[in-house]
C-alpha cells in the first residue's frame, strides 16, 4: 500500500482476534475475517495450510480416488508488524510483516482471547446487577424511613 502522508502511516498491528477466528468447519480450526461494510468482522476463508501435504500411497490411490488426507499439523500466517519503507520524498510503501506459526498455537492464544472477553464480559454483568440492587436497596430503605429516594 502507498501512504503520501507520514501521519497516516500504520503504527500498531492489528489484534489477532481481528484478523482471525475459531471455526469448527476448518481443518486447521481457524478462519480469516474480515470487516464487513457495516463494520462488524465476518468469518470468510479458511486460514493455514499443511505443513506436510499428504496423498494417498500409489497403489491404493485408485481405490480413494477424490478422498483426501486432512493432515494435522497446519500452519497460519499472523501479521507481526509493518515494513515501511520510503520510496520517495513524501511517499512510503507499507507491506504487513507475516509470521508463520502453527495453528495449534494460534488456536489456543485465540481461546485465551475469547476466555480473557467472556471473564470481562461477565464482570460487567455481575457488576451491574451489583449496582442495580444496591439502588433497590437505598430505595427500600427510603421508603422505610418514609423519605423519598431522590
Not at 5 to 34: F, M, W
Not at 76 to 82: A, C, F, K, Y
Not at 127 to 147: M, P, Y
Request: overall charge negative; proline content about 7%; charged content about 25%.
Amino acid at each position: 500500500m502507498l501512504y503520501t502522508k507520514q501521519k497516516a502511516l500504520p503504527t500498531q498491528v492489528p489484534a489477532l482476534h481481528e484478523s482471525l477466528c475459531l471455526a469448527n468447519d476448518s481443518p486447521s480450526g481457524i478462519r480469516y475475517r474480515v470487516s464487513s461494510s457495516l463494520g462488524v468482522h465476518v468469518p470468510t476463508c479458511v486460514a493455514g495450510l499443511p505443513t506436510v501435504v499428504s496423498s494417498w500411497p500409489p497403489d491404493v490411490a485408485e481405490m480413494f480416488r477424490g478422498q483426501h488426507l486432512h493432515p494435522l499439523d497446519y500452519e497460519v500466517s499472523v501479521q507481526t508488524g509493518w515494513d515501511i519503507q520510503e520510496i520517495g520524498e513524501g511517499l512510503w510503501d507499507v507491506n504487513p510483516l507475516l509470521e508463520t506459526f502453527p495453528a495449534a498455537e494460534v488456536r489456543a492464544a485465540l481461546k485465551h482471547l475469547e476466555l480473557e472477553r467472556e471473564i470481562q464480559l461477565l464482570t460487567r454483568i455481575v457488576e451491574t446487577d451489583k449496582e442495580q440492587v444496591q439502588k433497590k436497596d437505598v430505595k427500600k430503605v427510603s421508603r422505610f424511613n418514609g423519605r423519598s429516594a431522590d
